[in-house]
């Protein structure tokens, strides 16, 4: 029975959600409500965008000339097409970031964006648009100081080191019996990993770094495996070690360009 403000009642006329209904929208508050795959398909509509703005802007279909390209692409050191010295090295943290959102032309594009539909829609509904985009920024970094690490010469660009972390959270996931992929996440990291280091100017670096970004994150998101990312709270410490992330892979990247690594 339920005490109701009009006295006892039962639990189908009471007016409260009771049982399995009860549960669900528990979840749907701890989630952050991401159904529908918002974020990633904002993110896919902002790289779509801003390619078609370097192809208006002149920068050719391969998108790797341009002022959009040269003040986002990340590298540690270069000179850019005025004569300037530009780079991670020189200041421009930014490129840490702004480099997921660009891509080597259409291909480079298409095969990226196909993979962020596939593996970041399920995985926002399951953590919803908050965790999801914290995970997704916290990876991108990652794979960017991935990428410094091995090659911090080599011009880079594009979303696949967050994407790597999109799997590296979904194997993290299926360790805790929730599988956002059916029970495939450890499959697709096996191919997409054959197809990083079999295919030439592939970001091997990026791309583990965005992997080891992506697990680190969902683990701080379960309080380091503590509770559960999907249906626990992360509380302060879970946040908190996510920010850790970040800040940890923009140090990497730090000692790194800076020649003390």
Same mark, same amino acid.
């Given at each position: 029975?339920?005490?109701? /403000?009009?006295?006892?009642?039962?639990?189908?006329?009471?007016?409260?959600?009771?049982?399995?209904?009860?549960?669900?929208?528990?979840?749907?508050?701890?989630?952050?409500?991401?159904?529908?795959?918002?974020?990633?398909?904002?993110?896919?509509?902002?790289?779509?965008?801003?390619?078609?703005?370097?192809?208006?802007?002149?920068?050719?279909? +391969?998108? +790797?000339?341009?002022?959009?390209?040269?003040?986002?692409?990340?590298?540690?050191?270069? @000179?850019?097409?005025?004569?300037?010295?530009?780079?991670?090295?020189?200041?421009?943290?930014?490129?840490?970031?702004?480099?997921?959102?660009?891509?080597?032309? /259409? @291909?480079?594009?298409?095969?990226?964006?196909?993979?962020?539909?596939?593996?970041?829609?399920?995985?926002?509904?399951?953590?919803?648009?908050?965790?999801? @985009?914290?995970?997704?920024?916290?990876?991108? &970094?990652?794979?960017?100081?991935?990428?410094?690490?091995?090659?911090?010469?080599?011009?880079?660009?594009?979303?696949?080191?967050?994407?790597?972390? !999109?799997?590296?959270?979904?194997?993290?996931?299926?360790?805790?019996?929730?599988?956002?992929?059916?029970?495939?996440?450890?499959?697709?990291?096996?191919?997409?990993?054959?197809?990083?280091?079999?295919? /030439?100017?592939?970001?091997?670096?990026?791309? &583990?770094?965005?992997?080891?970004?992506?697990?680190?994150?969902?683990?701080?998101?379960?309080?380091?495996?503590?509770?559960?990312?999907?249906?626990?709270? /992360?509380?302060?410490?879970?946040?908190?070690? &996510?920010?850790? !992330?970040?800040?940890?892979?923009?140090?990497?990247?730090?000692?790194?360009?800076?020649?003390?690594?």
């Amino acid at each position: 029975m339920i005490f109701a /403000p009009v006295g006892i009642r039962c639990p189908d006329h009471s007016g409260q959600p009771q049982g399995p209904q009860k549960v669900v929208r528990r979840v749907q508050r701890a989630s952050g409500a991401g159904q529908g795959g918002v974020v990633t398909r904002v993110l896919i509509a902002v790289m779509v965008g801003i390619y078609a703005a370097q192809l208006a802007g002149g920068s050719g279909v +391969n998108a +790797n000339t341009g002022w959009i390209f040269e003040k986002g692409v990340l590298i540690a050191a270069a @000179i850019d097409s005025n004569g300037n010295v530009i780079g991670v090295a020189h200041g421009d943290w930014w490129r840490l970031l702004t480099a997921a959102f660009l891509h080597y032309g /259409p @291909i480079h594009l298409g095969m990226n964006m196909l993979a962020l539909w596939w593996f970041g829609q399920p995985l926002e509904a399951a953590l919803g648009r908050g965790r999801f @985009i914290g995970l997704f920024v916290a990876s991108g &970094l990652a794979g960017s100081a991935g990428a410094l690490l091995f090659k911090p010469l080599a011009p880079t660009v594009g979303a696949s080191g967050a994407i790597f972390g !999109i799997l590296g959270a979904a194997i993290v996931l299926e360790r805790q019996r929730t599988y956002v992929f059916g029970g495939s996440a450890m499959t697709m990291l096996v191919l997409n990993l054959a197809f990083t280091f079999a295919v /030439p100017n592939i970001s091997i670096g990026g791309h &583990l770094g965005g992997l080891a970004g992506g697990i680190l994150a969902m683990l701080a998101l379960s309080r380091l495996g503590r509770g559960h990312a999907v249906y626990g709270n /992360p509380g302060l410490l879970g946040y908190a070690s &996510l920010a850790a !992330i970040g800040v940890a892979s923009v140090l990497v990247a730090y000692f790194k360009v800076r020649g003390y690594a």
